[in-house]
C-alpha cells in the first residue's frame, strides 16, 4: 500500500484492513482478551529511567543507569533500549510484553519488567535501530555497529555480530535481509580530535563484511526509516531509498530533491506502517511526505512555528502527530497530506537554545496521545479522537525520553 493510490483507493485498504482484524476477533470469542500499556520514561537530567502501568499511572520499576539515557524501543516491543551516548554504555529493559502470533490472532503474556544482566559498551553509542528479531546498535566513535539479537538478550545473555564502519564518525547502519547497508565517512578530509567527519555515502555489505557494488552517494547522510520493504535515508541530495534487489544486494534509488522545493533537506525520517510511505523533516518548520512510487515523490507541509517532536500513529494508520514550539499538538492527515486538527497542549517550548535542553517527547498508547512535559513533571495523556486531555502521570524530575509499548491479544 502506498500513497500514489487515490484518498478513496486508501480508504478502501486500511478499511479492509480494520474490518480483517475484526473479523480475527470474532474468531476468537472463546478466549478471554486481555490488554497491557506500559510506558517507559528518561530523565533529562538524572540517569534513571522509570517503568509506567499506563492504565493507572503506577510506577513498576525505577532503574539506576549510568547517564541520561535515549530510549528505543525493540520491534517486538519485549525489550527498550536505553542509549547513554555520553557514558558509552547501553542497558536494556525487558518489558514484560510478548505478543505471539497465531495467524488470526495473537496471544499475549504479561509479566513484571526488569533490567537485563546484559550491557553494551564502546564509544559513543548512538543510533539504534530495531528491525524484526534484532537490534543494530551504532558506536559513533568505536567504528563499528553491533547487530543484537534479542532473543538472547531475554536469555541473559548478548549474541552479537559485528560490523565495521571503516572510521568513526556519526552514522547508521541497518539490516536488510541477510545485508547490512551502513553510513561511509569521509576518509580524505582531516579532522580535530574532538571532531567526526562527515557523511558522504551508504554501502552494502554481505554477511562476510563485503561491500557490494560501488558506495551510493549521499551528502551529509542523517536519519533512516523503515517502511514495508523500503530504507530510507535522508540527504543533503533526496531522500536515498533502498529495496530489495535479489541476490546481487538492495537496489539504491535517490529520489532528488524537486526544483519547486525551498532550500532544506530531511534529516529525521518516520516509516508507515500499514501504508508505505515516508514522513521527515524539512528544515526545522516544515514537514515532507514522501511516496517512492508516485510521480511526485514529496508534498511539503508547512508549520507555524518550529516542530518539537513528530511520530506516527500505528494503530491508526493516516494520523502523524506533530508538536510545535508554540505548545500546539497538529494531527496530520497523510492521505490527504495536510493538517486536519490541532490543539494546545503544553507551555510554549522555543527551540532557541541548546539542543538537548528538556522539551516535551511523544508517544502513543491505547488510542492516546502520550507527552512527557519536563517543566512541570508530568506526563499528559490526550485522547487521540477527541483531543482532549484526559488525565495527568505526575513524573519525578523531569521527564524527557518516553516510549509506550503494548496492545491487546488473547490469553488462554
Same mark, same amino acid.
Given at each position: ?9 486508501? @480508504? ?5 484492513? $480494520? ?22 520514561? /528518561? ?52 518489558? /514484560? ?18 533490567? @537485563? ?7 559513543? *553509542?548512538?543510533?539504534?535501530? *530495531? ?10 566513535? /568505536? ?5 543484537? &539479537?534479542?532473543?538472547?538478550? %531475554? ?25 547490512? %547497508? ?15 567527519? =562527515? ?21 551529509? $547522510? ?7 520493504? $523500503? ?65 511526485? +515523490?514529496?508534498? %511539503?507541509?508547512? @508549520? ?17 502527530? !506533530?508538536?510545535?514550539? &508554540? ?7 497523510? !492521505?490527504?497530506?495536510? !493538517? ?13 537554545? +541548546?539542543?538537548? &535542553?528538556?522539551? =516535551? ?6 488510542? +492516546? ?24 502521570? =505526575? ?18
Amino acid at each position: 500500500m502506498n500513497l500514489s493510490l487515490t484518498p478513496n483507493r486508501l @480508504l478502501a485498504a486500511v478499511a479492509s484492513g $480494520l474490518i480483517f482484524a475484526a473479523s480475527g476477533a470474532f474468531a476468537d470469542e472463546d478466549h478471554e482478551t486481555k490488554e497491557a500499556w506500559r510506558l517507559f520514561v /528518561g530523565d533529562h537530567t538524572n540517569p534513571v529511567v522509570r517503568a509506567i502501568n499506563f492504565e493507572n499511572g503506577k510506577e513498576l520499576g525505577r532503574y539506576d543507569v549510568k547517564g541520561p539515557a535515549a530510549l528505543t524501543a525493540s520491534a517486538s516491543g519485549q525489550t527498550v533500549f536505553a542509549t547513554q551516548s555520553d557514558h558509552d554504555i547501553v542497558h536494556v529493559i525487558r518489558t /514484560g510484553i510478548d505478543f505471539s502470533d497465531h495467524g488470526e490472532h495473537r496471544d499475549l503474556e504479561v509479566s513484571e519488567v526488569g533490567l @537485563l544482566p546484559v550491557t553494551f559498551e564502546g564509544k559513543r *553509542p548512538f543510533h539504534v535501530v *530495531p528491525h524484526d528479531d534484532h537490534a543494530v546498535l551504532f558506536y559513533d566513535r /568505536g567504528g563499528k555497529a553491533d547487530i543484537i &539479537d534479542e532473543t538472547a538478550l %531475554l536469555e541473559g545473555r548478548a549474541d552479537v555480530k559485528t560490523v565495521d564502519t571503516t572510521k568513526p564518525h556519526h552514522g547508521v547502519a541497518v539490516t536488510m535481509g541477510r545485508f547490512v %547497508l551502513v553510513s561511509v565517512p569521509n576518509t580524505e578530509i582531516q579532522t580535530k580530535p574532538d571532531e567526526l567527519p =562527515p557523511r558522504v555515502g551508504l554501502r552494502v555489505v554481505d554477511e562476510a563484511g563485503k561491500q557490494l557494488g560501488d558506495v551510493a552517494k549521499c551528502t551529509d $547522510l542523517h536519519g533512516e526509516a523503515t517502511s514495508a520493504r $523500503l530504507v530510507a535515508f535522508g540527504c543533503k541530495e533526496g531522500v536515498l531509498v533502498a529495496g530489495p534487489g535479489g541476490i546481487d544486494g538492495p537496489k539504491l534509488e535517490m529520489l532528488a530533491y524537486p526544483a519547486d522545493l525551498p532550500k532544506g533537506s530531511t534529516g529525521t525520517l518516520l516509516g508507515g506502517k500499514a501504508m508505505q510511505f515516508f514522513l521527515g523533516n524539512y528544515g526545522e518548520d516544515k514537514i515532507v511526505l514522501i511516496d517512492p512510487d508516485a510521480e511526485e +515523490h514529496f508534498r %511539503l507541509i508547512a @508549520l507555524p512555528t518550529r516542530r518539537v517532536d513528530f511520530l506516527l500513529d500505528p494503530a491508526t494508520p493516516r494520523n502523524a502527530y !506533530i508538536l510545535t514550539e &508554540d505548545g500546539d499538538l497538529h494531527v496530520l492527515d497523510v !492521505i490527504k497530506g495536510e !493538517i486536519a486538527r490541532k490543539v494546545k497542549v503544553t507551555e510554549p517550548y522555543s527551540k532557541d537554545g +541548546h539542543w538537548r &535542553d528538556p522539551r =516535551p517527547r511523544l508517544a502513543v498508547a491505547d488510542g +492516546h496521545i502520550v507527552i512527557a512535559d519536563p517543566r512541570h513533571s508530568l506526563v499528559r495523556v490526550v485522547d487521540a479522537e477527541s483531543l482532549k486531555e484526559v488525565r495527568t502521570i =505526575p513524573v519525578e524530575g523531569k521527564p524527557f525520553t518516553i516510549v509506550a509499548v503494548g496492545g491487546s491479544g488473547a490469553s488462554h
